[in-house]
């Protein structure tokens, strides 16, 4: 009894200590969880998201981040600190990549030649070249850019933002997930965990190949007038089971699913067939070139979803694609070729629309890479959490600009550092929403987006930045 008593004490210190809310009071009725459009607190510049996760860490110094100094000096050895992934095989030799820059645009943005197309959108795009999480392995930076913290169990941005704003279709899930036919990132499906949260707020995955959403259609026998009277039945049924169990939210989470997947069997098929986009789309895409088409469906998907209400849509690429740990000379070149057209396209297909505005577009991995090579034999870069590169278009972000910076070699953020509970508060402005006001109430507080961490604004890359 002491035992737990002592363990007693000792949680409610921890929790004292990272300012936690007192344990909420029952709720004299019951909460009703749903997907309708909620007010926002402040007034929101974006009104959906579409993030593309490069799963694995792109080099920032070979793609975004020139670094003088490194072509200068490569093949010497490097003079500072640096933290290792693996330090088995690591190396501190210095290593300029082979790749030549250019400058794009008006803004005059420096990028490498591996991304071609991103330089078209260059006056489109905030590139930031100071992102931090500063946990070097995959997933406990994953978790901290998904989840806004290190650790496991916890609901990711898509699930607050669903959370917090519903959705503007009803007849489509309010958070999707396209996955690589590659393969599942690290964490698999915790990158779309609703968490603690209700379930009605996690990702809803669509495959990445036919049938996009399994047993979308309804088995012959039930077609038509069958199935209505069926389903006119079970909500019967439902509801009556329901009204004795009020407080039970899984409960209600199962029927909005149900009652969800009703309306998909219509506006699902229609949001996910692209045939009717012109020769023109599919051309801007890559659905015309082998090393474009699967990415860029994925792109041209979630502009459709987008368009037609879905609130925030991740498209991912495969496991470990962009973690060039050797043969980078090759491999890099191909995880571009594969986005690069596509992500430019998705850009310049929401401007045209007249979407751009309101969609708030992300570019980014995990982490980014050290300056000297990784493994002699087959050339690498080990992984770099310390300074990285992400880029944002659309949704009140400004345009044309580079943001923050890293040291000469690349390793660590020094001006502007975007940390990622940084990241979430601005995407959080952005969405009108506060997180210290989005809350969710469990038995031991209320759970927030930042939990205690002090996230700040950056102002420096909105258009309308706080007064």
């Known amino acids: 009894k002491q035992g737990i008593a002592g363990a007693t004490l000792w949680i409610a210190g921890v929790a004292a200590q990272r300012s936690w809310a007192e344990p909420p009071k029952p709720a004299l ?10 007010e926002p607190h402040l007034v929101p510049q974006a009104k959906a998201m579409i993030s593309m996760f490069m799963q694995g860490g792109p080099s920032h110094m070979d793609l975004f981040d020139r670094k003088p100094e490194i072509e200068k000096r490569s093949g010497e050895k490097y003079s500072g600190e640096l933290k290792y992934d693996n330090a088995a095989e690591s190396s501190a030799k210095i290593w300029a990549g082979p790749w030549t820059w250019q400058r794009h645009g008006q803004c005059g943005m420096e990028l490498s030649e591996l991304v071609p197309h991103l330089g078209s959108i260059a006056d489109d795009i905030t590139l930031i070249r100071s992102m931090h999480t500063g946990v070097n392995n995959h997933g406990q930076s994953i978790y901290a850019l998904h989840h806004g913290r290190v650790t496991e169990g916890r609901p990711v941005l898509g699930s607050w933002i669903t959370y917090g704003l519903g959705s503007q279709s009803q007849q489509l899930p309010a958070f999707v997930v ?25 990702g809803t995955v669509i495959r990445p190949q036919e049938p996009r959403i399994l047993n979308l259609n309804p088995p012959p026998h039930l077609a038509g007038r069958s199935q209505k009277a069926y389903l006119e039945l079970l909500k019967e049924l439902n509801a009556d089971h329901l009204a004795s169990r009020a407080y039970e939210n899984d409960l209600h989470s199962r029927m909005a699913s149900y009652e969800l ?13 692209i045939s009717k986009e012109t020769e023109e789309t599919h051309k801007m895409y890559g659905l015309d070139q082998d090393a474009t088409r699967e990415y860029g469906t994925r792109c041209l998907i979630a502009r459709r979803l ?10 991912y690429t495969s496991t470990q694609q962009w973690d060039h740990h050797g043969n980078i000379k090759d491999a890099l070149p191909g995880a571009c070729k594969k986005t690069d057209q ?10 045209q629309r007249g979407l751009l505005d309101s ?14 090579i ?13 300074g990285f590169s992400t880029w944002l278009a659309g949704g009140g972000i400004k345009q044309g600009l580079v943001y923050g910076q890293t040291d000469d070699f690349g390793y660590q ?40 961490q002090p996230g700040k604004i950056v102002s420096g890359i909105l258009k309308k930045p706080p007064v």
């Not at 987008?306 to 498209?315: D, K, L, P």
């Not at 596509?342 to 401007?351: E, Q």
């Not at 969609?359 to 000297?372: A, I, K, N, S, Y």
């Open 261 to 273: 997947a009703e309306a998909m069997q219509s506006a699902a098929r229609e949001a996910l067939d």
């Open 29 to 38: 009725q019951p909460i009703q969880y749903d997907l309708k459009p909620k």
């Open 359 to 372: 969609t708030l577009v992300h570019w980014g991995g995990e982490m980014g890479r050290l300056p000297v």
């Open 306 to 315: 987008v368009e037609r209400g879905v609130r925030f849509v991740q498209i």
């Open 374 to 386: 990784q493994n002699e034999k087959s050339i690498g870069r080990d992984h770099n959490t310390y």
């Open 178 to 202: 396209l996955t690589d036919p590659g393969g599942l990132p690290v964490l698999g499906t915790d990158c779309w965990s609703n968490g603690w949260l209700p379930s009605l707020y996690q």
């Open 413 to 452: 953020a020094v001006t502007d550092i975007v940390h990622h509970y940084d990241y979430h508060a601005t995407l959080m402005y952005l969405f009108g929403l506060d997180p210290a006001k989005l809350v969710y109430a469990r038995p031991g507080g209320v759970g927030t987006l930042l939990d205690g």
């Open 342 to 351: 596509p992500s430019a396209a998705l850009v310049k297909d929401l401007k």
